[in-house]
């Protein structure tokens, strides 16, 4: 549910915005209200599962999270619609590292690899497989159902979680909260977040952008001095001298820019360029949803076997491969070759996922396997974010900057520069700026110049991506297999 939510919506939005009659800036804030109650509150999550129990956590998570959906569908007003949003973000924080911890605690070490293959494939296929049913559901039902399918998931959830879960609580779990850290950390969380979201608008160069990441290099710089003095800190500062653990933090964070930033303008691409309606894009997304449905559990099996560093150095080389497979597309690339970079980029991200989500939860003491699951998860997140962000200004930098003059070479009427401002923002997302009434050979013209040009913007995007990839490579030869996966105490150093 958490993982479809992240993307069904954005299907949804263009409907919702008809509907509630709603603003392009308050249509980005269903997005934006979620994430950034996700991401905010991840790792404070985690902790209350390590001092409650993951299995309480997880089903009060699941609860929250059907309940603040089914008001969302219910809802008649955009600020409600928001609202409930931000919630649903809260109650899906507690569910994600309170699932990997309760996955932790209840397999050994030895069937640990394939217990997450399984979660991540699910998790795959749930976030690539939200524009399909997105889609779907819109076009046949309406909005709201595609809240209100949670429903019904998160009831069977909850009542299969009363009677197969299991309450593990490790003998040196927290006993108190560290209420100053957790309000240090989420500032710092928040303020980084919110740079990242607003940086597209405000520009990079903005003083508030930069205002936003200050404020939050001194939560995080405060936050670490605190963790030193406090007696049962929020993150043991002990963790990160666990290379492996470390650098399986670092490897989901460049993990996500590449995938997350990446896949931001697949989309874009595959609708507005190539003209396809958003079930059709999510189908030809498939090769990327197969790969890592059938990768996963098997990635899974090959680290048991052979422990995380070979497959996730391999993972992150095919994925490096497949953005720079990507940034090769042109505007009428057939099927077969998208398909062929989708299925590589899902085979690359399958080991990753399991890999390093094993190296950060197996390297972290059980007391603090909900932590560690919530650290999985805000790197995720955070990356994504870095990805969307960073790619997304290497675009607009790539568009501003060849757009005069493949228009003039295309022999098309001078703009001003507001309408060349407009006209820039409209081929960032790969849509032709052609006005109505415009006669159809020169809005041939247009349509051409605007693909052109979006199309070297994406490549150089796919470039850096490609480049993340290959450092994450250096990364993954850091990891190691969980030295506290048996149950150990205390944290493993190198």
Avoid at 69 to 85: E, Q, T, Y
Avoid at 169 to 174: I, M
Avoid at 383 to 391: D, I, N
Avoid at 404 to 419: C, D, E, I, Y
Wanted: overall charge neutral; charged content about 10%.
């Amino acid at each position: 549910m958490v993982a479809l939510d992240g993307t069904i919506v954005a299907i949804a939005n263009p409907a919702i915005q008809k509907d509630l009659d709603a603003s392009f800036s308050d249509v980005q804030w269903i997005t934006n209200g979620y994430f950034l109650a996700l991401a905010v509150t991840l790792i404070t999550a985690g902790k209350l599962g390590d001092r409650f129990g993951h299995r309480q956590t997880f089903l009060v998570g699941v609860t929250g999270f059907a309940a603040s959906s089914g008001a969302i569908g219910l809802s008649h007003s955009i600020a409600l619609v928001v609202s409930f949003r931000v919630l649903q973000g809260l109650f899906g924080a507690l569910l994600m590292p309170a699932a990997l911890g309760l996955l932790r605690a209840t397999f050994p070490a030895e069937r640990l690899n394939m217990a997450i293959g399984i979660w991540g494939m699910v998790i795959g296929a749930s976030t690539a497989g939200g524009p399909i049913l997105g889609g779907v559901l819109v076009e046949h039902v309406n909005w709201q159902s595609v809240f209100f399918i949670n429903v019904p998931v998160g009831a069977l959830a909850l009542v299969l979680g009363l009677l197969i879960l299991l309450d593990h609580r490790a003998e040196n779990a927290p006993r108190s909260f560290d209420l100053l850290g957790i309000a240090l950390l989420s500032a710092a969380m928040f303020c980084l977040v919110w740079a990242l979201i607003k940086a597209p608008t405000w520009g990079w160069g903005d003083g508030r952008t930069w205002a936003f990441i200050g404020a939050s290099v001194v939560g995080f710089a405060l936050f670490a001095f605190w963790e030193t003095k406090v007696r049962e800190p929020l993150i043991p500062l002990a963790l990160f001298r666990s290379v492996p653990l470390s650098a399986g933090v670092v490897l989901m964070v460049l993990m996500a820019i590449a995938f997350m930033g990446g896949l931001f303008f697949v989309t874009f691409y595959l609708q507005n360029v190539h003209g396809m309606s958003p079930v059709d894009a999510g189908l030809h997304l498939l090769p990327l949803t197969g790969m890592m449905i059938v990768g996963s559990p098997l990635a899974g099996a090959l680290i048991t076997r052979l422990g995380p560093r070979i497959p996730l150095a391999g993972g992150m080389i095919c994925t490096a491969v497949a953005m720079y497979g990507m940034s090769t597309l042109e505007a009428d690339t057939g099927g077969g070759v998208m398909s062929l970079w989708f299925a590589l980029l899902g085979l690359g991200l399958a080991p990753v996922m399991v890999g390093a989500t094993e190296v950060i939860v197996g390297n972290a003491p059980m007391e603090l396997s909900g932590v560690a699951g919530g650290l999985q998860q805000a790197a995720m997140q955070i990356g994504g974010s870095l990805g969307t962000a960073v790619l997304g200004a290497v675009m607009a930098s790539k568009v501003d900057h060849a757009l005069p003059g493949n228009w003039t070479r295309a022999g098309l009427p001078r703009l001003t520069p507001a309408q060349l401002d407009q006209a820039s923002e409209a081929v960032q997302v790969g849509v032709a700026p052609v006005p109505k009434g415009t006669p159809g050979p020169i809005a041939a013209k247009v349509t051409a110049v605007a693909h052109d040009t979006f199309m070297s913007g994406m490549s150089l995007a796919s470039l850096v991506a490609a480049g993340v990839a290959a450092v994450a490579v250096l990364v993954a030869l850091l990891t190691k297999r969980g030295e506290n996966a048996q149950a150990g105490a205390g944290v493993g150093h190198i």
